[in-house]
């Protein structure tokens, strides 16, 4: 390797390295305050400069190119004199009383003060600035431009790292500032909260604003854990004071995140100590909840279930697990189901978002994950969008997409019924019909084929059924899919062009096509698609569904599913089933069981007598919430074990109070199958107890001996019965964790799928016909309503919802309507508009805006008192038995006062 003398030691150096990466590497110290590994370096500092050979001058070591038998040094009294006046001049031009900043103790210029012995009053430069006034509009952050120090981290990270184009610099030299789009309150621009300003800040310009009046960095330890919130699965560093998150960071150079956050997983996790946690065990006597203690809710938990089985047998008795709890969690509920009550009636939320993505990804793969890892997304060369708005829900992917735009110049295909902060970025925005997802994706493929663009050599080698598909394809010409679909023909011949010629195509999506009754045919179309275009088994290529939960490839993986064991192994298997029943030692069912909604269909019609459920709340995230009330309040005995009173809770005859993920051990898989690791940094509220610690206690009180020493043991029996977690163990999963299939302890894990076959063998392609959705618009119902998720808030806002901040940047429910359709009724900005649909209505406040098409509107369903699913309908996908919730008819009325 290439070499750099510095300080009188030789250094080896690798291609495109600065000297001071080259020096870092080798532990050689070179102070910086404008540099930052992420982050183009610009030299606007001066701090790193250096003495090289045979060059005039101090030298900024930051963008200097380290070169072959260069001679650096470090540390002359030249150089320190500089770095000394620089920090001096620094001091006299801002307000840095270190006494009353809330970056004392975490200030990069206040280190560099004291490494290099300058003191503020013995400063012999004097500066006359006007003082410049806080800028505290945002709930979360601060903006104090008195303590900027012109290092321009902030904007470069906003434009580079989250490519969110928000920060820029105003006016130059002396009066230069930074500013919010064009001099904007930081409330009023388009910042999206991320914080990634305030994590790169070396000093107090930029800070937390609960920082303020807080605890200092030296009276707060930190501990590492994972996000809990969407399927990245962030790596973050927490500080904490007295039992209580004060702040949170992403974890510099660890994947999967390598330091991103978005708003939820840096200011949004306070709900740990909020006042509503559930800290005792509560029973319903007289229609009122009572304390009790675990010893009495334990034996009515198990003593009802052992009832109602008795008597009705274990059919009758249904299990609900969590994308929310960890993966040795869900391992224990779903055994307990099968192997303590004897029923494969087990399911979770995976149902209602990507259980489609499972089914249809098996038939075309034989896996039904995403097939790449996240960091590939950056090198995509055409990256294809639909039914996902990544940069609410998986704002650190869209990051990625963002660069790989601006960054490499990779192409952007969304198709998206709505706009977003992502088709701003890109090449083709397909605003289809909701509901027309197959005839799209068939159109794109004619187009392809007539075009001469399909991997022929792929096709032959590696998959079989493509003359099937290749028939049906005929008739969806670019016209005939726009009378379906809305989509100018011109506009699909374009997007299908850049797809076919794309070397490096990857398509990702997420409950945007998924959420339907023909889900699976869509899942079916984006394999189809792929297959089509060779863009599978290789790096920055793949289908990659994004997971909506922290922890719902984990939860699935792990056969909380009503027809798969661990590992996606069949329950109507007889080998399989003689396995688990010899690791588990009792007789089990061959049946599969009942999923989310069928379970409450049952409940309707008497047949469920009991319903266990951990950390799901279908109170609000089932379709047609008065049909699932009517069936929670028809069972016998209700069971919910959660972190929160939340609105199923409210209905239960048990409540058991659980810990939340900060305060326990365990692993999480996100959405690119990663296993991630994390412990316990909080005490526990209460009397809370682990999840898998209660449902052990609730299985030995029904007879059967199930009990574990740790999480790490539960991941050993794991390993022991499920082949893709076969090499998972704890002291392999390290800070970096290991991506599945990981099949024995000598292999590293996969990082992306089907490479030279097929976990199937050949890829299969089937044959789609387009279908409408289960209900259309009519007279009396002539809008289309759409629902899903806002950038704020997550899933059910159990946790969100409880969060200062993240209330205060959306404080409450809203239906987008188009300008158009608002002007009809006579609604203006946040006036209460009613929406009606065949199951019941909900009147939030109207958001007018041009994100929707005339005759569509949209709600989040985050919130109780506007809840979308309400309106939603429960009509099946027929193979994956997904709710349809993103397709239904309403009418829209102005809310009377």
């Known amino acids: 390797m290439p070499s750099i003398t510095v300080n009188g030691k030789q250094i080896e150096f690798e291609s495109g390295d600065t000297v001071l990466e080259a020096a870092r590497r080798k532990g050689v110290f070179i102070p910086t305050l404008c540099y930052h590994r992420r982050l183009t370096p610009m030299s606007a500092c001066r701090m790193c400069v250096v003495e090289i050979e045979g060059k005039r001058g101090l030298t900024a070591s930051c963008t200097a190119p380290a070169e072959e038998g260069m001679v650096v040094r470090t540390d002359s009294d030249l150089i320190h004199d500089t770095r000394r006046m620089i920090l001096q001049l620094l001091l006299a031009e801002g307000e840095h009383n270190c006494l009353v900043c809330p970056s004392n103790g975490k200030c990069e210029l206040q280190d560099l003060c004291n490494r290099y012995g300058v003191d503020p009053l013995e400063n012999p430069f004097e500066v006359s600035r006007p003082r410049m006034p806080y800028d505290d509009s945002s709930p979360v952050i601060r903006r104090d431009p008195n303590k900027c120090i012109k290092c321009y981290r902030c904007v470069r990270a906003c434009s580079e790292t989250v490519v969110n ?9 002396f009066q230069a500032k930074i500013v919010c789009d064009n001099d904007l309150p930081m409330k009023d621009s388009t910042c999206v909260s991320c914080g990634e300003c305030v994590q790169v800040c070396p000093v107090g310009a930029l800070t937390e604003k609960k920082s303020i009046h807080g605890p200092r960095e030296w009276e707060m330890r930190k501990a590492r854990t994972v996000c809990p919130y969407c399927g990245v699965g962030c790596q973050i560093e927490l500080h904490i004071h007295q039992n209580e998150i004060k702040a949170a960071y992403g974890r510099e150079g660890t994947v999967p995140n390598l330091g991103r956050l978005c708003v939820k997983g840096r200011f949004g996790l306070e709900y740990a100590s909020h006042q509503d946690r559930l800290t005792k065990p509560l029973i319903k006597r007289n229609g009122a909840f009572e304390e009790a203690t675990w010893e009495e809710a334990l034996g009515l938990v198990a003593g009802k279930l052992g009832e109602i089985k008795e008597k009705h047998g274990p059919g009758a008795i249904c299990v609900l ?23 494969n009636n087990v399911d979770h939320c995976a149902r209602l978002c990507h259980a489609a993505t499972v089914a249809g990804l098996v038939i075309s793969f034989g896996s039904g994950a995403m097939t790449n890892s996240i960091a590939e997304v950056e090198h995509c060369d055409c990256i294809l969008v639909t039914g996902s708005n990544t940069t609410e829900t998986h704002p650190v992917i869209g990051n990625l997409m963002k660069q790989a735009v601006r960054k490499h110049g990779a192409k952007l295909i969304v198709v998206d019924p709505r706009t977003s902060q992502l088709t701003r970025f890109a090449d083709y925005h397909l605003r289809q019909k909701p509901g027309t997802d197959v005839a799209w994706m068939n159109g794109m493929m004619h187009v392809i084929l007539k075009e001469g663009l399909q991997d022929e050599k792929f096709i032959t080698e590696r998959t079989e059924g493509f003359e099937d598909l290749e028939q ?40 945007g096509i998924t959420q339907h009754t023909t889900g699976t045919d869509n899942v079916l179309s984006t394999a189809n698609l792929a297959m089509l275009t060779g863009n599978v088994g290789r790096e920055s290529t793949g289908v990659n569904p994004l997971r909506g939960q922290n922890n719902v490839q984990g939860a699935c993986d792990l056969g909380a599913l009503p027809n798969v064991y661990p590992g996606y192994q069949k329950v109507t298997e007889p080998d399989v089933q003689r396995k688990f029943e010899q690791g588990w030692g009792v007789k089990l069912s061959p049946d599969a069981g009942l999923t989310v909604v069928e379970m409450m269909n049952a409940a309707c019609d008497g047949k469920v007598k009991a319903l266990y459920i951990m950390g799901e709340n279908p109170m609000l995230s089932d379709p047609n919430l008065n049909h699932v009330r009517e069936a929670l309040e028809r069972l016998d005995f209700l069971v919910v074990q959660d972190i929160f009173p939340s609105e199923t809770a409210q209905l239960a005859d048990v409540v058991l109070p659980a810990t939340c993920s900060f305060e326990k051990e365990g692993t999480f898989t996100n959405t690119e199958r990663r296993i991630q690791r994390f412990g316990p940094a909080l005490k526990a509220p209460g009397q809370a107890r682990v999840d898998w610690e209660i449902v052990c206690d609730v299985a030995q009180r029904l007879g059967y001996d199930m009990s574990y020493n740790s999480a790490s043991e539960i991941m050993d029996e794991i390993a022991s019965l499920t082949p893709i977690y076969g090499g998972i163990a704890y002291d392999r999963l390290g800070a970096k964790g290991r991506q599945w299939p990981c099949p024995d302890r000598d292999h590293p894990g996969t990082k992306f799928l089907h490479k030279g076959k097929f976990s199937r063998g050949l890829g299969h392609f089937t044959a789609v016909e387009f279908k409408p959705p289960q209900e259309e618009t009519n007279e009396e119902y002539p809008y289309i309503l759409t629902t899903g998720r806002m950038l704020e808030h997550y899933h059910t806002g159990t946790m969100s919802r409880r969060v200062e901040g993240l209330n205060a940047l959306a404080p409450h429910g809203f239906v987008e309507i188009n300008p158009a359709d608002a002007e009809k009724f006579g609604v203006g900005p946040d006036e209460k508009i009613k929406v009606v649909s065949r199951r019941g209505e909900i009147v939030p406040r109207a958001k007018i805006t041009n994100r929707v098409k005339p005759g569509t509107v949209f709600v989040p369903f985050h919130f109780a008192e506007a809840a979308a699913n309400v309106l939603t309908i429960d009509a099946l996908d027929p193979i994956s038995k997904i709710p349809e919730y993103k397709v239904c008819a309403v009418r829209i009325e102005k809310a009377s006062e």
Request: proline share 3%; with cysteine; net charge negative.
């Open 165 to 173: 184009e928000v920060l820029d610099v105003e006016r130059r030299g």
């Open 321 to 343: 697990s969590s994308a929310r709890c960890s993966n040795e969690e869900n391992y224990v509920l779903q055994k307990f189901a099968r192997a303590v009550i004897g029923t």
């Open 472 to 511: 049906v394809l005929g008739k969806y010409s670019p016209e005939y899919v726009e009378e379906v679909t809305g989509i100018p023909a011109d506009d699909l011949i374009g997007a299908a062009r850049l797809f076919g010629r794309a070397e490096r195509g990857a398509i990702f999506f997420a409950m």
